[in-house]
């Protein structure tokens, strides 16, 4: 993905070369332009097309933010209700993710998911134990969003 | 011109700060360390984040000075609240700090004691 940006890159400072005038305009359509020769030339790269991977990670934020909202509306609503009959407790979940910054990334999005803390990664980075608020109603729905944060993990890292 | 910034500024911040006062009830009603800590850990993070946008477009409008700091301000919240909340459940289960009676299951318990069987074995070891 690096060197597709790089290349890209430099096909812009070539374009801004050729036109003889240096300014961010030029940059920008050069660099369109550079977008536009790699998306042709894509099947000689081994990764994927990188404005794809761009996108996958602009989705994974935008994720990001809505969960944290939901959860904060969620703890919010929890703490004003005025009789707490919660049953929290600690479950684990067994994930596919094996670099480091992909976990890392997981289990950040699953602490500011709604009702959802982990407490421990195992040491052969397989399983995450997660402390859930309420767990009797939220585990299958958690499981749930859980499956789609890998997924676009995934989608990223892929 | 300048009145609605103040306006709008206001409300952002007046909501952070109302999100912040719900989180430190919470940190008051919940029963256990690690109840506390979701309370704690996402609450705050937004009501930080609410008053540190409200601050940003405070100065955006009314004297028209982007502060980047803000931003980073605002990353650097977000990307190290859950790893804090993280680390202080962990350390509270290491310490044997104890969930509350209404904890349904603990799956985490059976891993620790067979973690602590080998760390004990391997400590005979080296001695």
Redesign the interface.
């Known amino acids: 993905m690096a060197f597709q940006i790089l290349l890209n890159f430099l096909l812009a400072f070539l374009w801004m070369i050729f036109e003889s005038s240096f300014s961010i305009n030029t940059f920008l359509i050069g660099y369109l332009l550079g977008l536009l020769i790699l998306l042709i030339m894509r099947r000689f790269f081994n990764s994927r097309f990188y404005l794809w991977r761009v996108i996958a990670i602009v989705k994974l934020l935008l994720i990001f933010i809505k969960e944290?909202?939901l959860?904060?509306l969620a703890?919010?609503k929890?703490?004003?209700r005025p009789k707490?009959n919660?049953?929290?407790?600690?479950?684990?979940l067994q994930t596919k993710l094996e670099s480091g910054w992909e976990i890392t990334l997981l289990?950040?999005l699953i602490?500011?998911t709604p009702?959802t803390?982990?407490?421990?990664l195992?040491?052969d980075n397989q399983?995450l134990?997660i402390?859930a608020?309420d767990?009797?109603e939220v585990e299958d729905a958690i499981e749930g969003i859980k499956n789609s944060f890998e997924k676009a993990i995934l989608e990223v890292s892929r | 011109m300048n009145e609605s910034a103040e306006v709008v500024a206001g409300a952002f911040i007046f909501i952070g700060t109302l999100?912040c006062l719900?989180?430190s009830?919470?940190l008051v009603?919940?029963?256990?360390v690690?109840?506390r800590?979701?309370?704690a850990?996402?609450?705050s993070?937004?009501g930080v984040l609410a008053i540190l946008i409200g601050t940003q477009l405070y100065f955006l409008i009314s004297e028209g000075y982007f502060s980047i700091r803000l931003i980073l301000g605002i990353i650097f919240v977000f990307?190290t609240a859950?790893?804090a909340?993280?680390v202080i459940?962990?350390a509270a289960?290491r310490a044997n700090v104890p969930?509350?009676e209404?904890?349904?299951?603990?799956?985490?318990k059976d891993?620790f004691e067979s973690?602590k069987q080998e760390l004990s074995k391997t400590e005979m070891k080296n001695e």
């Not at chain 1, 803390?117 to 421990?120: F, S």
């Open positions: 944290l909202f959860s904060n703890v919010l929890l703490v004003l707490l919660i049953r929290p407790g600690i479950f684990a289990a950040n602490t500011l009702g803390l982990v407490v421990k195992s040491d399983t134990y402390h608020i767990i009797q | 999100i719900i989180s009830v919470g009603r919940l029963p256990d690690y109840t800590s979701h309370a850990s996402k609450s993070t937004l990307l859950p790893v909340a993280h459940c962990r289960y969930l509350t209404t904890s349904a299951e603990d799956e985490l891993y973690n």
